[in-house]
């Protein structure tokens, strides 16, 4: 079953064979992590899944719409039209609406270290610096006794 999208949301707007449907589900689930791969970090309860949903179904509908995939010819008196096959699973306005939908999630944010000298004189390789516990031994003994340069 996918994680982003199933057989079922398909179901109303295309008659597509549960096995077909599956593995263009997959198929669709994997290009859209590699095109956007802070989409694989949404939690199964975020409200994000829903927009994500939204692209892969238009996506999966597109290519199944598209039948085999062969160079199809039209012609209308003197005029004709060549049509080819996609080229690939999304338009980039989709790929722009996946990135987006992983970059608005609140992972991968920036920490600070704060460098600014703490009160005392804790040694220079105190993990205090780093916002850490005392590790040279300044909070109990009032002056460095361990990791003392």
Same mark, same amino acid.
């Given at each position: 079953?996918?994680?982003?999208?199933?057989?079922?949301?398909?179901?109303?707007?295309?008659?597509?064979?549960?096995?077909?449907?599956?593995?263009?589900?997959?198929?669709?689930?994997?290009?859209?992590?590699?095109?956007?791969?802070?989409? $694989?970090?949404?939690?199964?309860?975020?409200?994000?899944?829903?927009?994500?949903?939204?692209?892969? /179904?238009?996506?999966?509908? /597109?290519?199944?719409?598209?039948?085999?995939?062969?160079?199809?010819?039209?012609?209308?008196?003197?005029?004709?039209?060549?049509?080819?096959?996609? /080229?690939?699973?999304?338009?980039?306005?989709?790929?722009?609406?996946?990135?987006?939908?992983?970059?608005?999630?609140?992972?991968?944010? $920036?920490?600070?270290?704060?460098?600014?000298?703490?009160?005392?004189?804790?040694?220079?390789?105190?993990?205090?610096?780093?916002?850490?516990?005392?590790?040279?031994?300044?909070?109990?003994?009032?002056?460095?006794?361990?990791?003392?340069?």
């Amino acid at each position: 079953m996918g994680t982003f999208i199933t057989p079922e949301d398909l179901a109303p707007f295309a008659a597509i064979e549960s096995v077909k449907a599956a593995a263009m589900i997959a198929d669709a689930e994997a290009m859209a992590v590699l095109a956007a791969p802070r989409i $694989a970090t949404l939690e199964s309860d975020s409200p994000h899944i829903a927009s994500v949903r939204a692209v892969l /179904r238009g996506a999966i509908l /597109r290519w199944h719409e598209s039948g085999s995939g062969a160079i199809t010819q039209e012609a209308v008196g003197q005029m004709s039209q060549s049509i080819a096959p996609r /080229r690939s699973m999304f338009w980039p306005s989709e790929i722009e609406q996946l990135r987006s939908i992983g970059d608005s999630e609140d992972s991968g944010k $920036a920490f600070s270290v704060d460098t600014a000298p703490s009160l005392g004189s804790h040694s220079p390789i105190c993990s205090v610096y780093f916002g850490g516990a005392c590790s040279c031994g300044y909070d109990i003994a009032l002056e460095p006794i361990y990791e003392v340069e």
